[in-house]
């Protein structure tokens, strides 16, 4: 029968809607459009899939710790840092961003009972699902996995270079999970725009519901250019198109062009979500509401839009795109992110702040993303980028990027981990692994940084055997095995603490409404909800003597009320 | 439902404006299309939403000072559980292997595939397991 639901608050104690009786164990699993468990299952498949590439990545810095490593042999090593960069960016960094944790936290923070298209919701995790597989399957073929990089450019793609089936596999593989991804996208779009509880306008939206909005819109806008981009890819290879090899009149740039219209936006695709996760840690933490609300919207659509218009900064050396449009876009881009930067700072400003985990990852965050950030602008310099394009200054830039989006992630999971199992992570164990993390990323950058100035290139696998290029190195292996134990160390906190600290509804007295429900949320999501006058509806409805004030609004007024009252 | 059509109306302008702007002065076609299919995104669904919103009544959601018992009803149909997501999941899997693997795999594939839009289909008009 359908559930044909009545809204939450109407306090019904209907023992249908309270103790859902659905299949049990792996029948629940395949059969379930639960958007909870759905997310749940994104999170596991999406940190074992960060463990894998992180395997890659210790290799990696294994055969790199000296100059002429024999770990792996130089054709292995291809694959591994193809395969490095797609298992992080297309089967980690990307569905945990609008898989995981927004598939669990969106609806409960508008207050919706599920996401707006449940079957679509499930058929996207089985999408990444098979789509992961199908990727990593070529490890097992005999030609090895695809060993192209993971950007994929033609004429390294083609047959005559790439012959075996890791490829296809790859191409495969990423058609997979770019339908996963496109159907999230109109999930989310879908859910925000029409699941909310009343009240909740979209000035009242948590910045996070916010960022996922936006993220949902560039996943619409960026994603269908990619797959267009695969089928012709396939098509060259095996169809006898020439849509991108010179011999048949075709043009090779023309991939990078397509790949990078999605390959940008992808940046923002993975970061908005961690931008949103961060900002709700900060507001909480520092137990003030978000400084400059509407400037933070505004800056998430600001980047946003400004992404579209920078691809082909990654393509300054080709020599066929238009230098001065691409780099002025893509420095206007700092002007939002540092209006970001400036509110985080302003929202923690004399704030109390409570240095749990999950904000010493936020704050971590902060700081690590600060330094990729910058050294993003120096990229955007066209005279620059001729100079450090392709060396390692390019790598350490992308990885301070990518690991700040760690900590984010991992300040997500501690943040709201206890929401959706029920019990908090291990504090002591915690903290050790964010400092193992925070520390290990800057000694793993930073040398990078140098190595890229001092001009070696990326994506080889042995080195000049130079004093100084050993020791640099070898600190940056060294960075990454630190950065690995951290990674463990999660894993056995989740052990050792497996069930044994009781979260509670609220233990970190937030704001949002997710908070309001229980942990972990009923079937549907919440029994009542609580009238929705601000952003922070739990927040006021547990402090109405400090309620939030009206955007406009100051304090001195609200005084000046109560006084005459 | 203001604000959402703005927001793409305005995303909309954006890249009509940028498309203009960059395909004028590059004079490259591939970026210059994909901008110009950005514009519609924004476009098509923003004017779509950007006309009802004008002939609708604002909901429960668009109104400040809604109480929760403004937005009493039946909120949607939410289907309980289905494995035809899980179907199609499998069908679609079957069918990117026939790419790699040999042609045979389309069989099974497509018969998932259909077997999940049928499936799915009817199980939406009787309403689903709960």
């Known amino acids: 029968m359908t559930d044909v639901l009545e809204p939450a608050h109407v306090e019904h104690h209907d023992a249908d809607h309270e103790e859902h009786h659905g299949a049990t164990g792996i029948l629940n699993w395949l059969t379930t459009t639960d958007h909870k468990v759905i997310g749940l299952s994104y999170t596991v498949t999406a940190v074992i899939m960060l463990v894998i590439g992180g395997f890659f990545a210790e290799i990696i810095r294994g055969q790199l710790a000296s100059p002429n490593g024999h770990l792996v042999s130089l054709a292995q090593y291809n694959e591994l840092f193809t395969m490095h960069g797609s298992v992080m960016i297309y089967l980690f960094a990307g569905p945990f961003a609008f898989g995981a944790l927004a598939n669990i936290i969106v609806p409960i923070q508008i207050g919706a009972p599920d996401m707006a298209f449940p079957r679509l919701n499930a058929l996207s995790y089985w999408l990444y699902l098979t789509g992961a597989i199908t990727m990593l399957m070529g490890f097992f073929t005999a030609g090895g996995a695809a060993n192209f990089g993971w950007v994929g450019y033609v004429p390294l793609s083609n047959t005559l270079n790439s012959p075996g089936a890791g490829a296809d596999l790859w191409i495969g593989g990423l058609l997979l999970t770019g339908f996963s991804a496109i159907f999230t996208g109109v999930n989310l779009c879908a859910t925000i725009f029409y699941l909310r509880a009343p009240g909740m306008t979209m000035f009242r939206m948590p910045i996070f519901t916010w960022n996922m909005l936006v993220t949902a819109i560039l996943i619409l806008l960026a994603f269908p250019v990619l797959t267009a981009g695969l089928v012709m890819l396939y098509c060259d290879r095996h169809f006898g198109t020439h849509i991108f090899s010179v011999a048949g009149g075709g043009v090779p740039v023309l991939w990078q062009h397509i790949f990078w219209f999605w390959g940008h936006p992808e940046v923002y695709i993975l970061a908005l979500p961690f931008f949103g996760m961060v900002t709700e840690i900060i507001a909480v933490f520092s137990r003030k509401p978000v400084f400059g609300y509407k400037g933070m919207i505004f800056a998430t659509l600001t980047i946003a839009a400004l992404s579209l218009g920078v691809w082909a900064h990654h393509m300054f050396t080709t020599g066929v795109v238009l230098l001065p449009f691409f780099s002025i876009m893509s420095l206007l881009i700092a002007v939002p992110t540092g209006i970001k930067m400036f509110n985080w700072i302003g929202t923690m400003w004399r704030g109390e702040i409570w240095f749990s985990t999950a904000m010493l990852m936020a704050v971590g965050f902060v700081v690590t993303f600060l330094i990729g950030g910058l050294t993003g602008i120096y990229l955007a310099s066209p005279p620059l980028d001729f100079f450090t394009h392709d060396t390692y200054f390019v790598v350490a830039h992308f990885h301070s990027v990518v690991m700040a989006l760690v900590m984010g992630g991992l300040a997500g999971l501690y943040y709201w981990g206890p929401k959706f199992t029920g019990y908090l992570l291990n504090e002591r164990l915690g903290k050790v692994q964010f400092w193992l993390l925070f520390l290990g990323t800057q000694l793993f950058t930073v040398p990078l940084y140098i190595l890229g100035l001092e001009g070696m290139p990326r994506r080889m696998a042995v080195y000049p055997n130079d004093p100084q290029w050993k020791m640099l190195n070898d600190l940056s292996s060294l960075g990454a095995f630190i950065i690995g134990i951290s990674t463990l160390l999660f894993v056995v906190n989740i052990i050792v603490s497996w069930k044994k600290y009781p979260a509670g509804d609220n233990p970190w007295d937030a704001h949002t409404l997710e908070w309001f429900t229980t942990s972990p949320p009923p079937h549907h999501n919440f029994y009542r909800l609580p009238q929705i006058r601000s952003e922070r509806p739990t927040w006021d409805y547990n402090h109405p003597e400090h309620r939030t004030l009206h955007h406009g609004e100051h304090a001195s007024d609200h005084d000046k009320q109560e006084a005459t009252v | ?130």
């Open chain 2, 1 to 130: 439902m203001k604000v959402e059509a703005k927001i793409l109306l305005g995303l909309g302008l954006f890249f009509g404006l940028m498309c203009l702007v960059y395909w004028n002065w590059s004079l490259e076609n591939a970026g210059g299309v994909m901008m110009f299919a950005g514009m519609l995104l924004g476009f098509l669904p923003g004017g779509y939403y950007y006309w009802w919103s004008r002939r609708m009544a604002p909901r429960p959601e668009d109104n400040p000072n809604a109480t929760q018992s403004d937005g009493a009803g039946v909120v949607g149909a939410f289907p309980g559980s289905s494995i035809f997501p899980f179907v199609m999941g499998m069908g679609a899997f079957f069918v990117v292997l026939a790419l790699v693997f040999g042609i045979w795999l389309l069989v099974p594939g497509l018969a998932l595939v259909v077997w999940s839009l049928l499936g799915g289909t009817a199980e939406g008009r009787r309403g689903g397991q709960h």
